[in-house]
């Protein structure tokens, strides 16, 4: 049973576009959560999080959006660059718990 | 550079053979994870740590064992090695994880595995 769906596998870009990553979770016990870039090779890095209280975090070009309502998570890059090609994990912290749970990723391509 | 560190990259095991993957973190994190990552799909929690000498089991723990000596090392066992067991393995290190956001979270660069 997914607890985080991204339910699209890869999304391919024009640079200088927005990019538009999507993540629905079905349990509302999460209470903080984040985006994982991960590049070929390496390990995932974090890119930005959101706890359960905010529905909008912005960090330069990235931009998390939650709606607690719709259960549903999203990045936004703008303007979207050729180095942002990576697969992005939508992942979840339940309060009061080490165990972070990923999703199973979208590979986003950001075509020069 | 300061981070969590990996040995070995790659390896090929044949079925039934055992081995350890080593991970070892500098920043005196407290946390520790070990996760593995099958092809199309998100990371999985093997097990984790929080502290040396306290384990605990994560969503797939079966087929693998860990042990929790000092703060710094946290290397996962492998014993009699399946096909199954072929994946991505990635340790990872934090100090508070859900403080501040979870992004805590310093991932090695992983290690191949496939059993043959």
């Known amino acids: 049973d997914q607890q985080v769906k991204q339910n699209s596998p890869s999304l391919s870009v024009q640079e200088g576009r927005i990019s538009i990553l999507n993540c629905d979770y079905t349990?509302?016990?999460?209470?903080?959560f984040l985006w994982y870039k991960k590049y070929p090779a390496e390990g995932p890095t974090f890119l930005i999080s959101?706890?359960?209280?905010?529905d909008k975090n912005e960090d330069g070009r990235f931009t998390v959006f939650l709606n607690k309502s719709a259960k549903h998570l999203s990045l936004h890059i703008v303007p979207s660059q050729p180095g942002d090609s990576a697969v992005y994990f939508c992942?979840?912290?339940?309060?009061?718990?080490?165990?972070?749970?990923f999703g199973k990723g979208t590979k986003l391509t950001v075509n020069p | 550079n300061a981070g969590v560190t990996q040995t070995p990259k790659f390896r090929i095991l044949k079925i039934g053979q055992s081995m350890t993957l080593q991970c070892a973190q500098d920043?005196?994190?407290?946390?520790m994870y070990w996760y593995r990552q099958d092809p199309g799909m998100g990371l999985k929690l093997i097990y984790y740590?929080?502290?040396?000498?306290?384990?605990d089991k994560g969503e797939v723990p079966n087929g693998y064992n860990v042990s929790r000596s000092t703060t710094e090392d946290f290397p996962l066992r492998l014993e009699l090695a399946a096909p199954s067991q072929t994946s991505v393995y990635f340790c990872?290190?934090?100090?508070?994880?859900?403080?501040?956001?979870?992004?805590?979270?310093?991932f090695g660069s992983g290690t191949r595995l496939t059993v043959v």
């Open positions: 349990n509302s016990m999460f209470d903080y």
């Open positions: 959101i706890s359960s209280i905010k």
């Open positions: 740590s929080v502290g040396a000498g306290i384990t």
């Open positions: 920043m005196n994190h407290n946390y």
């Open positions: 992942v979840l912290g339940p309060g009061g718990s080490e165990k972070l749970v």
């Open positions: 990872a290190s934090s100090r508070l994880p859900g403080q501040g956001g979870g992004y805590g979270y310093t």
